[in-house]
């Protein structure tokens, strides 16, 4: 069962913050968080693993909290070349695939 | 991260035919993994090419429709069959990171039009 992800958009303004949401059903190994501009593929942002460990980008952070199965994806300052659609990935520790959320589009303005 | 080369970037297709999309990847890799992307939608996986056996398929997809073929460890094809307009659809390769790598890295994706 496909994750989900909230809100489904959100629009900024340059400099201002917003949080991504996403939910599962099952319990997970890991959360991805990837970012997609139209046109081009999905692009890594960050790996939350169980147990706490993060790796990825610098300016974005992240939680997940393993009993609720949620993670969110926190941007602040946001800069115009933020925008795009965010996708969360979960990976129940099977066969190491990943099952993509529904998505956020993110668009800043000035 | 590794770097994949996917083509055709697009093609037009007539109803009926079949396509077949190609991923080279500049290193060996374990997995790799098909996914379909409809236009404002999200990434939905189709199946897990495994090097040495048969793929693996997610619900509602199936080996007669989505044939995979993974020769080697840097190479995967998959071949979309018997087209309809409903497999209009956007077609992304994908593998898993290294031993201490982070996030899986896509390939550019085929922009399929089936008309």
């Known amino acids: 069962q496909q994750p989900v992800q909230s809100p489904q958009a959100v629009i900024l303004r340059e400099g201002e913050d917003a949080v991504i949401n996403c939910s599962s059903s099952?319990?997970?190994?890991?959360v991805h968080w990837y970012r997609q501009k139209h046109g081009e593929a999905p692009v890594f942002l960050m790996i939350?693993?169980?147990?706490?460990e993060q790796k990825g980008h610098e300016k974005i952070s992240a939680s997940f909290n393993e009993k609720k199965q949620q993670s969110s994806l926190y941007l602040t300052a946001s800069q115009l070349s933020y925008s795009g659609t965010y996708f969360c990935?979960?990976?129940?520790?099977?066969?190491?695939?990943?099952?993509f959320g529904t998505g956020t589009r993110l668009q800043v303005t000035l | 991260s590794a770097v994949i080369s996917q083509k055709p970037s697009r093609d037009i297709c007539q109803r009926g035919t079949s396509l077949t999309i190609q991923c080279q990847v500049d290193?060996?890799?374990?997995?790799m993994f098909w996914y379909r992307q409809q236009p404002g939608q999200s990434l939905t996986l189709i199946a897990t090419?495994?090097?040495?056996?048969?793929?693996?398929?997610e619900s509602g997809f199936v080996i007669d429709k989505f044939p995979i073929s993974r020769p080697n460890l840097t190479f995967s094809t998959l071949t979309v069959s018997n087209m309809s307009p409903e497999d209009s659809s956007i077609y992304l390769c994908?593998?898993?990171?290294?031993?201490?790598?982070?996030?899986?890295?896509f390939g550019s994706g085929t922009r399929l039009t089936v008309v």
């Open positions: 994908s593998v898993s990171p290294h031993a201490g790598g982070y996030g899986y890295t």
């Open positions: 090419a495994n090097q040495g056996s048969e793929a693996t398929y």
């Open positions: 990935g979960t990976d129940t520790g099977t066969a190491s695939k990943l099952t």
């Open positions: 099952k319990a997970l190994y890991s």
């Open positions: 939350l693993l169980k147990g706490g």
């Open positions: 290193s060996q890799v374990t997995m």
